[in-house]
């Protein structure tokens, strides 16, 4: 009895004396939009509440985001991170410095970003490759300019689009969650909206809604 009480308090102690910038697990979180055309994707949650998240458009491009209590400081150095934010509620905000990702984001915490090469040749290019041990991939062009450059698989779950016809563009599906919506009809209100989310994708959270 004395042991396994030892063992809940040293893993107590090493939940409070973890980094202030350790990386929270979690779900993959996706926010889409009612018309199904747009959506974030949190990827990553830093900090002892994880009051620090970086999320994902549907393109790839971050957004940091914050909740909480805490405080933002702001680079004021002539250089690539000049009047970006450096610092959120306690968590390091980096960015690269090298000529081919001058100003993006480098680290979020302990939590490593890596992009693909700018001069790949391809829709890829320069996009985020990587966030954390969370990989990233797109649409090349040859699946339709509705697609291309749009994020195909995050986390190895694969995502797709409607293409063609009235959902054009609209979300598809995430993995084994499929996305249905209403049929445009004028005049209706609901026409081209969310009508219904059906399935589970392991790792992942679906939220709809958003505006």
Same mark, same amino acid.
């Given at each position: ?33 009612? +018309? ?16 620090? %998240? ?23 150095? %002539? ?12 968590? /390091? %905000?980096?960015?690269?410095? /090298? ?37 990233? /991939? ?37 993995? /084994? ?21 059906? +399935? ?8 709809? +809604? %958003?505006?």
């Amino acid at each position: 009895m004395k042991h396994f009480l030892y063992i809940i308090l040293l893993g107590v102690g090493f939940f409070l004396n973890r980094p202030v910038n350790a990386q929270m697990p979690g779900p993959l979180v996706m926010h889409v939009a009612p +018309g199904g055309e747009h959506f974030l994707i949190d990827l990553i949650r830093v900090g002892n509440n994880g009051q620090v %998240i970086l999320s994902v458009d549907d393109r790839g491009n971050p957004v940091l985001k914050a909740s909480g209590e805490g405080a933002f400081a702001y680079s004021t150095l %002539i250089g690539p991170e000049y009047g970006k934010v450096i610092s959120m509620n306690e968590v /390091d %905000i980096v960015y690269y410095h /090298d000529a081919r990702r001058a100003g993006k984001l480098s680290a979020i915490g302990e939590v490593a970003l890596e992009y693909f090469d700018p001069y790949l040749g391809d829709a890829r290019a320069g996009k985020l490759k990587r966030v954390g041990s969370v990989e990233l /991939d797109y649409f090349p062009e040859m699946d339709g300019e509705v697609k291309k450059g749009r994020l195909s698989s995050v986390g190895g779950t694969p995502i797709d689009y409607y293409y063609g016809g009235s959902l054009d563009g609209k979300i598809l599906r995430v993995g /084994d969650v499929r996305f249905h919506f209403f049929i445009e009809v004028p005049n209706d209100v609901r026409s081209g909206k969310i009508s219904a989310v059906k +399935g589970r994708q392991a790792g992942w959270m679906i939220r709809t +809604g %958003i505006q």
